[in-house]
């Protein structure tokens, strides 16, 4: 089976924990400087924004889904299934690469369905905040800011889609559903 076109070549590598984004820095910089562009087309370090209530306020923090890996779009194969060796050593030889991932001598590029829903999932994850802690009904959880601040109450029911709850909070003695957004409440 040919490889896929150049352009259409994305690989996962698996880099030092805690160093994707100085690895993705090292190789552009080092693509520009060993005039690699032709070879190198995209470096991507995917993250998703994360909401979260810290000392009362709600703060968004970017977080990496895949931990240890980037996702390079390069020229590693020519349509013979044969290594571009400049390409190979490149990124074999650069500081914080461990390897590719699920190989241990010969590189398969993604296929073109994982590599559409990969960057549609970066897309989607950079662009929406999605809570920090996952809920589910009946957990009981402490309303962190609004008018019920400082309150217990009881999951009720969960609406993903909006990012909001509904929450039993005992008011006068009475139990009241109250609805919140996921960044309003925390574990209690």
Do not use: C
């Not at 993705?24 to 993250?47: K, N, S």
């Not at 829903?117 to 962190?144: C, N, W, Y």
């Amino acid at each position: 089976m040919p490889a896929p076109s150049p352009e259409n070549q994305w690989y996962v590598v698996h880099v030092l924990s805690g160093q994707e984004g100085r690895v993705r820095d090292r190789i552009l910089r080092q693509r520009e400087a060993e005039e690699m562009g032709e070879y190198i087309y995209e470096v991507l370090v995917p993250t998703e924004m994360v909401s979260e209530i810290r000392r009362g306020k709600k703060t968004s923090t970017k977080r990496k889904f895949f931990p240890g890996y980037i996702i390079v779009n390069m020229n590693l194969l020519t349509p013979d299934n044969q290594l571009v060796e400049k390409t190979w050593y490149f990124i074999k030889e650069m500081e914080g690469v461990i390897g590719f991932a699920g190989t241990k001598d010969r590189p398969i590029p993604m296929r073109q369905s994982e590599v559409d829903g990969m960057l549609s999932q970066i897309k989607e994850r950079e662009e929406h905040a999605r809570p920090a802690i996952s809920f589910e009904v009946g957990d009981t959880v402490k309303v962190a800011d609004g008018p019920f601040q400082s309150q217990n109450g009881i999951v009720e029911e969960i609406d993903p889609e909006r990012g909001k709850l509904r929450v039993a909070v005992t008011i006068f003695g009475r139990s009241t559903p109250v609805e919140l957004e996921y960044w309003q409440v925390e574990r209690a």
